[in-house]
């Protein structure tokens, strides 16, 4: 049963995005982007990796600014407008709810940041010549299972960082504090984590265990996978970034908290 109900507000919530011309905006603008600053880079001539290069620095604060575009209000629209207490009177599970409005959102985030991506690595599949499967620049091998890699690892970040957004939302209960902690909660999310890390740097942090403090933050974790797993595979002899399963841990981590969090303060409103 609670399965139905999940299932009913996933399908309001796609029927809502796909009536709604502003992310469709969104996902040219992403697509734009990303194929503009791959090719003032050259990457999709250089192949797969020299192309992850040219834009990871793009992707890193376009996934977290898509997924707070997408859901800074999810929670707090609803609660605004008294939904929330009319569903009070339903047979209807804070999970349903906000795993169903999640669920929606998480498709519409998808299909703005991954079907560009994809049609970026088609492009490359299709301009870059036999010659870049050994590219120069970075004495190493080249692969499309190393841009699927690096595809992969975003939609992981980009799911994490609209939980984020979800547990900013149902926290503001009302749009204007939304806003508010939307843009907040993404400066800290894109820069102020980092900073904050490298700040402790002065007060005992060591550059030998920077890897792991960098690995705790989102947006430093997400950077170490494509790092290690995408990079520095195609270089031998590098070492890691930072510790991969730290990383990967730290992602699963911050999805689950702020996730639970949003259940609980919407269950709160």
Same mark, same amino acid.
């Given at each position: 049963?609670?399965?139905?109900?999940?299932? #009913?507000?996933?399908?309001?919530?796609?029927? =809502?995005?796909?009536?709604?011309?502003?992310?469709?905006?969104?996902?040219?603008? +992403?697509?734009?982007?990303?194929?503009?600053?791959?090719?003032? !880079?050259?990457?999709?001539?250089?192949?797969?990796?020299?192309?992850?290069?040219?834009?990871?620095?793009?992707?890193?604060?376009?996934?977290?600014?898509?997924?707070?575009?997408?859901?800074?209000?999810?929670?707090?629209?609803?609660?605004?407008?008294?939904?929330?207490?009319?569903?009070? /009177?339903?047979?209807?599970?804070? $999970?349903?709810?906000? !795993?169903?409005?999640?669920?929606?959102?998480?498709?519409?985030?998808? +299909?703005?940041?991954?079907?560009?991506?994809?049609?970026? !690595?088609?492009?490359?599949?299709?301009?870059?010549?036999?010659? /870049?499967?050994?590219? *120069?620049?970075?004495?190493?091998?080249?692969?499309?299972?190393? %841009?699927?890699?690096?595809?992969?690892?975003?939609?992981?970040? *980009?799911?994490?960082?609209? #939980?984020?957004? %979800?547990?900013? =939302?149902?926290?503001?209960?009302?749009?204007?504090?939304?806003?508010?902690?939307?843009?907040?909660?993404?400066?800290? &999310?894109?820069?102020?984590?980092?900073?904050?890390?490298?700040?402790?740097?002065?007060?005992?942090?060591?550059?030998?265990?920077?890897?792991?403090?960098?690995?705790? #933050?989102?947006?430093?974790?997400?950077?170490?996978?494509?790092?290690?797993?995408?990079?520095?595979?195609?270089?031998?002899?590098?070492? *890691? %970034?930072?510790?991969? $399963?730290?990383?990967?841990?730290? &992602?699963? %981590? $911050? $999805? !689950?908290? #702020?996730?639970?969090?949003?259940?609980?303060?919407?269950?709160? *409103?």
């Amino acid at each position: 049963m609670n399965g139905n109900r999940f299932w #009913t507000v996933f399908v309001r919530e796609v029927r =809502s995005a796909v009536r709604t011309r502003t992310y469709l905006v969104l996902g040219l603008v +992403t697509g734009i982007v990303l194929f503009g600053l791959a090719y003032a !880079g050259g990457g999709p001539a250089g192949g797969y990796v020299p192309t992850v290069v040219d834009t990871l620095v793009a992707v890193e604060v376009l996934v977290p600014t898509l997924a707070f575009a997408v859901g800074y209000r999810a929670i707090a629209d609803p609660a605004v407008r008294g939904e929330l207490d009319i569903l009070d /009177t339903y047979p209807l599970s804070t $999970w349903s709810y906000v !795993g169903g409005v999640y669920a929606g959102r998480a498709l519409l985030l998808l +299909t703005i940041v991954v079907v560009p991506l994809l049609a970026l !690595g088609v492009n490359v599949a299709t301009t870059a010549g036999p010659e /870049t499967t050994v590219f *120069a620049s970075h004495r190493g091998v080249d692969s499309p299972f190393l %841009f699927i890699r690096f595809v992969a690892l975003t939609v992981l970040y *980009a799911l994490t960082s609209l #939980t984020i957004a %979800f547990l900013l =939302s149902a926290l503001a209960r009302s749009r204007g504090r939304a806003l508010v902690l939307a843009l907040a909660g993404l400066l800290v &999310l894109t820069v102020g984590s980092d900073l904050a890390v490298f700040a402790a740097l002065d007060t005992g942090v060591t550059t030998g265990t920077l890897g792991g403090a960098l690995a705790m #933050t989102p947006a430093g974790a997400y950077r170490g996978l494509v790092f290690d797993q995408v990079l520095y595979v195609a270089v031998p002899g590098r070492s *890691a %970034f930072v510790p991969t $399963w730290v990383a990967a841990l730290s &992602l699963l %981590f $911050w $999805w !689950g908290l #702020t996730f639970v969090g949003a259940m609980l303060a919407t269950d709160a *409103a």
